[in-house]
């Protein structure tokens, strides 16, 4: 069935790097826009950034601009998010979503992958 | 504090009908579609009702969406004991350039 898998979560030191995957399948991936959603310890949904179905167009939340980067690889079905420069306020389960077309939302997520910023 | 604000609680008993709001402002939801996901205990997100007022595939006719001005809502009809979860709104917010979702929404079915 269509899913996206989230893999790469788990626990760095404050200031460190990680990189996170997420991979498709069972859809035509270069053709639609994907996100990245964070979700802290017993808190809300956050959105931290969006690519489009091309790459060209990249949108990032402001508590993460300039220390995060999204991007993806249309012949491998996968989008990455590179985390830079982690903060402990960054621990969350991480998803992936794929933008359904037509506006129709977060239509496919994941079900996360575990970030934990600590020392 | 999220730019959407929703009320943190609702509740409600079976059978019966619940509102959830979910106000902000002219660059997100007074000049965008809203969104609505549910969230169910140990889950992802599930996206209930997209470009304000459309239900999503399989979504039951119970659920509806409607916007005015600055402000959003979802209608729970025939309250169910499986629709107790989180529920939050979304839209694109030109100001930010981004997305930003409400704090949302822990509905209790009493």
């Known amino acids: 069935q269509v899913q996206v898998v989230e893999s790469g979560g788990g626990v760095v030191q404050p200031g460190r790097s990680l990189r996170l995957s997420c991979e498709a399948s069972?859809?035509?991936?270069?053709?639609?826009?994907m996100h990245w959603v964070r979700q802290g310890p017993g808190k809300g949904l956050e959105w931290v950034a969006v690519?489009?179905?091309?790459?060209?167009?990249?949108y990032y939340a402001d508590s993460v601009k300039g220390r995060f980067s999204i991007s993806r690889d249309n012949s491998r079905s996968t989008v990455y998010l590179q985390m830079n420069s982690l903060r402990r306020e960054d621990t969350a389960l991480y998803y992936c979503?794929?933008?359904?077309?037509?506006?129709?939302?977060?239509?496919?997520w994941g079900q996360g992958t575990t970030v934990t910023v600590s020392s | 504090q999220s730019v959407l604000t929703q009320p943190p609680s609702a509740s409600g008993t079976p059978g019966q009908r619940v509102t959830i709001s979910c106000s902000g402002t002219?660059?997100?939801?007074?000049?965008?579609?809203v969104y609505w996901y549910q969230q169910l205990p140990g889950t992802a997100p599930k996206v209930l009702i997209y470009?304000?007022?459309q239900r999503s595939s399989g979504v039951p006719d119970r659920f509806s969406g409607s916007k005015s001005g600055t402000s959003a809502s979802l209608a729970i009809s025939g309250l169910r004991s499986d629709d107790e979860a989180h529920y939050y709104c979304a839209a694109w917010d030109d100001s930010l350039s981004g997305w930003v979702f409400g704090g949302g929404t822990m509905l209790t079915v009493l």
């Open positions: 470009k304000t007022n």
């Open positions: 690519i489009s179905f091309d790459g060209t167009k990249k």
């Open positions: 002219r660059p997100n939801i007074g000049d965008n579609y």
């Open positions: 069972k859809f035509t991936f270069s053709n639609y826009a």
């Open positions: 979503a794929r933008e359904g077309v037509s506006y129709s939302g977060m239509d496919v």
